[in-house]
């Protein structure tokens, strides 16, 4: 194995380390909680850049199937008392079902009649959680959504309703659908997404299924979306129509951009960072969109490549010195 190679494990072992011990690390709750909700905007902004970054089609109605996910997930568990596995397992599948509906017919439209399909399937996913009154309490949304679950492992006792216990348990969340992704991404379908996103003809006359691999893609993004509203419901405990509106769609679509769309660390650096900006900008909350205004105009002229450039250019300086490291060790 290459110095290069050590310095690139060595760097992303002292990342993994970092994640294992900043809640012992921490001692604020508050910045615990945002670390969880960076977790869960990770998951959905890591599936709507499947969509959109691999393969090219821009979504502006990704938190509905994040509110699919949520609302059936906290129905199963208040009104069955069903364990959150099941709950969980429902509410991705549900916002997948959903996502497969919605793709058959729209997929086959270009650039921007998809934008404003989905636009409008987002507002009608908002419109029905605020008048299904009977099922969903409309405005005043769903309370007392339990904590996942309770471990007992002889005297170690795991109880998800703690802020440390829950930012593991987002934490590994998160690490099995990066580890999916990854190998979707660098898999045979994945390269035929790509090829999708530059191309769609040319790719259809190299024989790839257009239609097949974008539906796949959508079901895949809708579903992992709704795996990440059913772990914000039972955190936050509560949800309501507002937590899943268009405001949420385009912060997931800023989060992917300014992170770096079409790159896999991307959505990780655009998800953490805007999610801690967003809560110091809290204050200028009614200026949402013109605050989402001037950060595109700051990335798409100053970092065309999103912040996932600033972190190639950091590893690209840091794993050299790390592996001087190992190359002077290595030398008699």
């Given at each position: 194995m290459t110095a290069k190679s050590w310095g690139k494990i060595l760097f992303f072992a002292s990342a993994a380390l970092l994640l294992l011990f900043l809640p012992l690390l921490i001692e604020s709750d508050y910045v615990m909680h945002l670390l969880?909700?960076?977790?869960?905007?990770?998951?959905?902004?890591?599936?709507?850049?499947?969509?959109?970054?691999?393969?090219?089609?821009?979504?502006?109605?990704h938190a509905a199937f994040c509110g699919i996910g949520a609302y059936t997930s906290a129905l199963l568990a208040l009104h069955f008392g069903l364990p959150f596995w099941v709950t969980s397992a429902c509410g991705t599948g549900l916002a997948g079902l959903v996502g497969l509906f919605l793709a058959i017919p729209t997929l086959k439209l270009k650039s921007s009649y998809l934008v404003i399909t989905t636009i409008a399937f987002g507002k009608i996913v908002h419109l029905l959680f605020?008048?299904?009154?009977?099922?969903?309490?409309?405005?005043?949304?769903?309370?007392?959504?339990?904590?996942?679950?309770?471990?007992?492992?002889?005297?170690?006792?795991?109880?998800?309703?703690?802020?440390?216990?829950?930012y593991y348990f987002v934490l590994g969340a998160v690490c099995l659908v990066m580890v999916l992704f990854h190998r979707l991404v660098n898999s045979r379908t994945g390269r035929a997404?790509?090829?999708?996103?530059?191309?769609?003809?040319?790719?259809?006359?190299?024989?790839?299924?257009?239609?097949?691999?974008k539906i796949m893609v959508f079901v895949i993004g809708t579903g992992a979306a709704g795996f990440a509203g059913?772990?914000?419901?039972?955190?936050?405990?509560?949800?309501?129509?507002?937590?899943?509106?268009?405001?949420?769609?385009?912060?997931?679509?800023?989060?992917?951009?300014?992170?770096?769309?079409?790159?896999?660390?991307?959505?990780?650096?655009?998800?953490?960072?805007?999610?801690?900006?967003?809560?110091?900008?809290?204050?200028?909350?009614?200026?949402?969109?013109?605050i989402y205004g001037v950060i595109l105009f700051f990335v798409i002229f100053f970092m065309p490549r999103g912040l996932i450039g600033l972190f190639d250019l950091a590893e690209a300086r840091l794993v050299p010195a790390l592996s001087g490291l190992f190359s002077k060790r290595a030398r008699p």
């Open positions: 969880i909700m960076s977790g869960i905007y990770i998951i959905s902004t890591q599936s709507l850049n499947f969509i959109a970054g691999y393969m090219g089609a821009i979504s502006i109605g605020v008048n299904t009154i009977w099922l969903t309490r409309g405005p005043l949304g769903l309370l007392g959504i339990p904590a996942p679950f309770e471990l007992n492992i002889g005297p170690l006792r795991v109880d998800f309703g703690s802020k440390a216990h829950y997404v790509m090829a999708i996103r530059e191309d769609d003809i040319a790719a259809e006359v190299i024989g790839v299924d257009v239609m097949y691999h059913t772990l914000y419901a039972h955190y936050i405990h509560f949800i309501s129509p507002e937590t899943f509106s268009i405001y949420e769609s385009i912060t997931l679509l800023i989060m992917v951009i300014v992170g770096g769309s079409g790159s896999f660390f991307g959505p990780v650096l655009g998800a953490v960072s805007i999610t801690f900006l967003l809560e110091q900008l809290r204050f200028l909350s009614d200026y949402r969109l013109m």
